[in-house]
């Protein structure tokens, strides 16, 4: 069912057309409280929650992703990323305003260069959703931290004479919140570019505005295809008929698909909420990439789980969905310290052989297995 069949009342009266309409999305993203709780029982704590929350961390919804939600439940998995909850008001004092450091290695504005062969291109504060669990809180829905044309024209520079930048990774904000026009410019000028090997898109408008990806946009991409697109589902319920069509569109359009899932208490922190996910990205040619440790970003550790409960959904998923639906356990350890993949231990034991060494091993159903190794 598309999100415009199951449409809120208050936009009753909007056509299919219109609301396929992604600049009608974006004007009409819900800001206001009074608007709100047209659409959503809400209960007093998320009324005082949003009044407080607003003035730190902007919040915008689309039309599209409220649609998608459950307008009773405070415990809907894509409410609870959407709208602000009462612990995105608590400041911990481990908590680090930009947690990945990505700001002390940026050689110029809307550039971190942290790895030798990656760069990491900001061209846009903007996002269709402003979701709460954000790590960039510190610039995302700021207008005074948007790169302009001189800016990004000085970031491509940067990139143009780095020989060792071969994987340039486009992100915000969204990119696609920029103009058919100038991410098309943009794209072109990476691609123009001999050492640049591999152009990453990241992007979450297939979850929160499918109807972004149009005609229009899906020609630039075949233009300078491949391009590796990673987007963010966090959980099953944002995989609607709308996110499938624009998935299956993008991959037509000679993209590579991956997906980069958050670990959120309360969203999709169990094995079974993982691997229906997973299932149904597979289905649709988007690889389950990345399962993310929320970062030690501010406000958001109430949605942070602990990392043996990312070790519990990894060792539940070896063995029960195959290899390409199995991501990468990852966290990105803050200060600039890059990502590392954590793995369920499965080796049991170390024993002497006749012929050399007996490893002792766990496969993820409990069962134990040796494997010999000769000297």
């Given at each position: 069912m598309s999100s415009w069949a199951r449409r809120p009342k208050i936009w009753e009266d909007i056509d299919e057309a219109t609301w396929g309409s992604w600049h009608w999305q974006q004007q009409h993203r819900v800001r206001d409280l009074e608007i709100l709780e047209r659409i959503l029982e809400l209960n007093d704590e998320e009324r005082e929650t949003f009044l407080a929350a607003r003035s730190r961390f902007r919040v915008a919804i689309t039309p599209h992703y409220l649609a998608l939600m459950d307008g009773q439940d405070p415990n809907c998995p894509l409410r609870m990323q959407a709208v602000p909850q009462s612990g995105e008001l608590e400041i911990r004092a481990f908590e680090l305003e930009d947690p990945l450091a990505e700001e002390a290695h940026s050689p110029?504005?809307?550039?971190?260069?942290?790895?030798?062969?990656?760069?990491?291109?900001?061209?846009?504060?903007?996002?269709?959703?402003?979701?709460r669990h954000c790590t960039r809180k510190r610039k995302v829905a700021d207008p005074y931290t948007t790169s302009s044309r001189a800016d990004i024209e000085a970031a491509l520079e940067y990139i143009r004479r780095t020989p060792t930048a071969r994987?340039?990774?486009v992100s915000g904000g969204d990119p696609l919140t920029l103009s058919d026009e100038r991410l098309g410019e943009i794209l072109r000028a990476l691609r123009a570019i001999d050492h640049v090997e591999v152009i990453r898109l990241g992007t979450r408008n297939p979850v929160t505005l499918p109807q972004r990806i149009t005609s229009q946009l899906l020609e630039i991409l075949r233009e300078v295809r491949p391009v590796y697109l990673h987007t963010h589902f966090n959980h099953v319920n944002e995989l609607g008929h709308d996110a499938r069509k624009s998935l299956l569109e993008l991959l037509d359009a000679g993209c590579v698909l991956g997906n980069q899932m958050v670990l959120l208490k309360g969203v999709n922190d169990s094995p079974e909420a993982v691997m229906q996910l997973n299932r149904?990205?597979?289905?649709?040619?988007?690889?389950?990439?990345?399962?993310?440790q929320a970062?030690?970003?501010?406000g958001i550790t109430h949605f942070r789980t602990p990392i043996s409960k990312g070790l519990q959904i990894m060792d539940h998923l070896r063995g029960r969905i195959g290899g390409m639906g199995i991501p990468h356990f990852v966290v990105?350890?803050?200060?600039?310290?890059?990502?590392?993949?954590?793995?369920p231990d499965y080796l049991e034991g170390?024993?002497?052989?006749?012929?050399?060494?007996?490893?002792?091993?766990?496969?993820?159903?409990?069962?134990?297995?040796?494997?010999?190794?000769?000297?």
């Open positions: 110029c504005k809307g550039v971190t260069h942290r790895y030798p062969d990656r760069v990491l291109l900001y061209v846009s504060h903007n996002c269709p959703m402003y979701c994987d340039v990774i149904e990205l597979l289905k649709v040619g988007c690889r389950p990439y990345y399962m993310l970062d030690m970003a501010e990105d350890l803050p200060g600039g310290g890059g990502k590392i993949e954590l793995t170390k024993y002497p052989h006749p012929d050399g060494t007996r490893w002792v091993f766990r496969n993820g159903f409990g069962q134990t297995f040796d494997f010999v190794e000769p000297d």
